[in-house]
């Protein structure tokens, strides 16, 4: 069965502190996608980062970054210099692939991380 | 508009009745996709469209949860006989194909009291 872990519940910093949220992931599949997502209290989930299995390329898009390492089933990310703007919920997800290999939007979200950033 | 829309906002219902719940995808969008999240959890998926068809329907929790997309646009969940266990918010994404970006819209917040 696939699962999605992220045991930090909640995590907060002082603006400009750098910030790692953690994600374990489960799945027998070879082929599969995982995602980072962004929750602001205004409710809509913000897509930030999908990356497919094969890929374990460390992600680098501003101030945020991925680390994926496939010997540990993690997904983690980290911002760096964090922001008032940055608090939010954000979520880690898995999917599997379609039968081409192809991504696929049905996910299986983590129970998220409540980011808080103080000023 | 140029995000995807739900409607209502806001649905307060009493427990037995049936609610339907709307969305708007981006047009041009062909894949639509209905996840729910209860408090403190993550979305949970429900069902996805492509075009008109359900492709996967294999998160529907039971047979009072039907969700139908008629002209490839526009979709609505209903929801028969609600429980308070179904109150959550119900989330809608819609995305250009299946393997591109999904754009979640701002959700429907559902009281069953």
């Known amino acids: 069965a696939q699962k999605v872990t992220q045991a930090q519940t909640e995590i907060s910093v002082v603006e400009k502190e750098d910030v790692t949220l953690d994600c374990v992931y489960e799945?027998?599949?070879?082929?599969?996608?995982l995602f980072w997502y962004k929750q602001p209290p205004s409710g809509e989930l913000v897509f930030l980062i999908r990356?497919?299995?094969?890929?374990?390329q460390n992600e680098i898009s501003g101030r945020y970054s991925w680390n994926f390492q496939k010997s540990t089933s993690s997904f983690n990310f980290t911002i760096t210099a964090s922001q008032v703007v940055d608090s939010a919920v954000y979520f880690c997800a898995l999917s599997e692939a379609q039968e081409d290999g192809g991504a696929t939007n049905k996910l299986i979200f983590g129970t998220g991380t409540l980011l808080a950033v103080q000023p | 508009g140029a995000g995807v829309s739900q409607t209502p906002s806001n649905k307060v219902t009493e427990k037995g009745k049936y609610v339907e719940l709307r969305c708007d995808p981006i047009s041009g969008h062909t894949a639509l996709y209905w996840y729910r999240q209860s408090l403190g959890q993550g979305p949970e998926f429900l069902i996805y469209f492509q075009g008109t068809g359900a492709a996967d329907d294999s998160g529907l929790p039971n047979d009072r949860f039907f969700a139908v997309r008629p002209e490839g646009s526009v979709s609505t969940l209903k929801i028969q006989r609600t429980e308070r266990g179904d109150s959550a918010v119900y989330l809608c994404?819609?995305?250009?194909?299946?393997?591109?970006?999904?754009?979640f819209g701002q959700g429907t917040r559902l009281t069953v009291v």
């Open positions: 799945t027998r599949d070879t082929t599969y996608y």
């Open positions: 990356r497919n299995s094969f890929d374990e």
């Open positions: 994404a819609s995305s250009h194909r299946v393997n591109t970006e999904a754009f």
